[in-house]
């Protein structure tokens, strides 16, 4: 069968090539004779697989613009829109990373009397990816999968690569426990999550600093580093704020389809809502520039200075009124919420009230998997959709042809090397070990396609990424841009992808 053969001996390889040694221990062949029909049968299985590989067809394209379901969501059932501002509306260029990374780092020498040649550190965009885990004691920063797993050669001291055997020896293993890992939810935080984009600067300098240190032989503790830093990037929001509300079109990048999105949900008689951290003066001045001066017109309520995502757990933070003539706010009781005036703090429970609006009816972007979407996703039944800009470029090299190619001949590699794994023999072995010489380099070269240090920020090699599956729970869709929503009916129902369960048919064609 020359056309089905190869596809034959990938789906049913393990099943062949076990059958064989069943058949010879069946009429008795010797240890020998087995070994060097091993051999042969091996290689002609490789160089099979190989011209399967290269008959195959790529993959079409994903769609950048596509939006992805992690839940059933029927747009129809919503008739509230609510969004966050930073990386959700506002799209920022990464002239902002390096102003935060600009002024951070002069804090931290200015205040915090670092040595003044930390100064003449320069902000590396491509070192780190989003979702990273900061171990604060031992100083390390690394990738984790969803169990908790260290991905291999993804984990840094400063800018320095950390060897297995160096791993193994900080944690007795390559998995970190889970009260470990998220032990902030019980107040005793050994490690950061940076899941949010203004974190990337802040692990850079943290990097960066560590690494001048171990250069400089100077002694440091990573505990006191890691306050340091995260205290100085704190402190400068409010002159990053400002730097960017003056100087706009530097800073933001224009999405021309954002004023079509509005005008859509308003056509449709949607209510919707802002609730963001940052400070009024800030997000208007962002909003007029992306949505026009008139920008107030679309949204029904309009939340600044939140401290999300204490805005949806303390229910003892009264709303306040911000007055704009004295840009201060008002000291008498919130009772109800007006389009057109703009508040300040409050809370979910008494938004909720004020407005009527029940769970299953709101649907609420943000960019942040936590403070953005855990606690309306799981304890108030809000739908909620997930901005992640990082999503074009994951997707530019997921539709490279040479990811493509990689990927698959990896899967295919990898599906021999399960079925062959059994013979024993030295020389089988020896080439089995080649074949998984090959997988490792594959793995490698698939991972630095996205990014060389930490790959992609939603996978590991097999695994979601810790904050593909924080993301996959808590956000019913995500996509890179809310715009891409223009692309689907406002009575659309997004239905995810039926997912092949371990013990399930690999197909349903098989
Ligand atoms: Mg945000």
Redesign the pocket.
């Known amino acids: 069968m020359p056309v089905l053969g190869p596809l034959y001996s990938v789906c049913f390889a393990r099943v062949r090539l076990r059958s064989h040694i069943k058949v010879k221990k069946l009429i008795g062949m010797c240890s020998s004779q087995r070994r060097r029909y091993s051999q042969e049968h091996l290689q002609k299985c490789y160089e099979d697989h190989r011209a399967l590989w290269e008959s195959k067809k790529l993959p079409e394209n994903v769609n950048p613009r596509s939006v992805f379901a992690c839940n059933e969501l029927d747009l129809r059932d919503v008739s509230v829109y609510g969004f ?5 509306l506002a799209n920022y260029e990464p002239a902002v990373e390096h102003l935060i990374y600009e002024l951070g780092k002069n804090v931290l020498v200015s205040k915090y009397r670092y040595p003044e040649e930390i100064k003449s550190l320069k902000y590396n965009r491509e070192f780190a990816v989003r979702g990273l885990h900061y171990d604060i004691e031992h100083g390390l920063l690394m990738k984790l999968d969803q169990f908790q797993q260290i991905q291999q050669g993804s984990i840094y001291h400063g800018l320095t690569p950390v060897s297995q055997e160096q791993v193994l020896k900080t944690y007795g293993g390559r998995s970190l426990p889970l009260h470990y890992v998220e032990g902030h939810l019980r107040g005793d935080t050994k490690m950061a999550h940076l899941a ?2 203004f974190s990337l600067p802040e692990m850079c300098l943290l990097s960066q600093v560590a690494q001048y240190f171990m250069d400089h032989n100077l002694q440091y503790h990573s505990v006191p580093l890691f306050n340091d830093v995260k205290a100085a990037i704190a402190s400068i929001h409010p002159e990053m704020h400002r730097i960017v509300g003056r100087n706009i079109s530097e800073y933001l990048i224009k999405d021309p389809d954002l004023v079509t999105f509005f005008q859509r949900l308003k056509e449709n008689n949607k209510e919707i809502f802002i609730i ?2 940052s400070p009024f003066y800030f997000v208007n001045a962002g909003l007029s520039y992306l949505l026009g001066e008139d920008w107030r017109e679309f949204f029904d309520v309009v939340v600044a200075s939140a401290k999300k995502p204490a805005f949806f757990t303390d229910s003892m933070r009264p709303f306040r009124e911000l007055n704009e003539e004295i840009h201060t706010q008002t000291w008498g009781p919130v009772t109800q919420l007006e389009k057109g005036k703009i508040y300040l703090e409050g809370n979910l429970k008494r938004l909720q009230e004020l407005k009527g609006w029940q769970g299953q009816e709101v649907l609420y972007f ?3 998997p936590y ?2 979407l855990a606690d309306v996703s799981l304890n108030h039944g809000w739908r909620t959709g997930a901005i992640l800009w990082e999503l074009d470029y994951e997707i530019q090299c997921l539709n490279s042809d040479d990811y493509k190619k990689m990927s698959g001949w990896l899967m295919i590699l990898q599906s021999l090397i399960e079925s062959s794994q059994d013979f024993e023999d030295e020389e089988s072995r020896k080439m089995i070990e080649k074949w998984e010489e090959e997988r490792d380099q594959l793995r490698k070269k698939t991972k630095e396609l996205f990014n060389p240090h930490f790959g992609s920020v939603f996978r590991t090699h097999d695994n979601p990424t810790y904050f593909s599956r924080r993301l996959f729970r808590f956000a019913d869709i995500y996509t890179s841009r809310l715009s891409n929503l223009n692309d689907y009916s406002i009575n659309h129902t997004f239905y995810p992808r039926r997912g092949v369960l371990p013990h399930e048919y690999k197909s349903l064609f098989v």
Do not use: A, K
Not at 84 to 88: A, K, R
């Open positions: 966050d501002y930073d990386y959700t949010d984009l963001t951290n943000g960019d942040h403070s953005d």
